[in-house]
């Protein structure tokens, strides 16, 4: 059993950026693919980014690629999703999650088998 705790969301304003926190208990946090996802109101979650369990591979949605980047530091058991240069439609809840599939990092949801509880990101024109 993994349990997820998300940080760092909050309010800010076009172009600013924002470190989002994952915290992982349990001992096997670094055999765990991470990823990262959102969900904006009236929308179904989507894919951010995702991390393989050494770091060596990521994968980032369309969207986000070239201003978001995923990273983990298995001493920590933390996932982090560090957001640059952010717009309007980024603003969603953004959830961490696990998959016991160590080199996944592709964005089907039904893959990951841990899900944290969110935090909100709100970012204002």
């Known amino acids: 059993q993994v349990q997820l705790v998300e940080s760092g969301g909050g309010l800010v304003q076009a172009g600013d950026s924002l470190r989002l926190s994952c915290a992982a208990s349990?001992?096997?946090?670094?055999?765990?693919?991470m990823g990262w996802f959102r969900q904006a109101p009236g929308k179904d979650r989507e894919f951010v980014a995702a991390i393989n369990w050494n770091g060596g591979s990521t994968s980032y949605a369309d969207s986000v690629r070239g201003r978001f980047t995923i990273s983990r530091d298995n001493a920590k058991n933390t996932v982090y999703l560090q957001m640059n240069s952010l717009k309007p439609e980024d603003t969603a809840v953004y959830y961490c999650?696990?998959?016991?599939?160590?080199?996944?990092?592709?964005?089907?949801?039904?893959?990951?088998?841990?899900w944290g509880q969110g935090t909100q990101v709100t970012v204002s024109s």
């Open positions: 999650a696990a998959s016991r599939r160590s080199n996944y990092i592709l964005g089907n949801t039904p893959a990951y088998d841990y």
């Open positions: 349990g001992r096997a946090f670094s055999s765990y693919a």
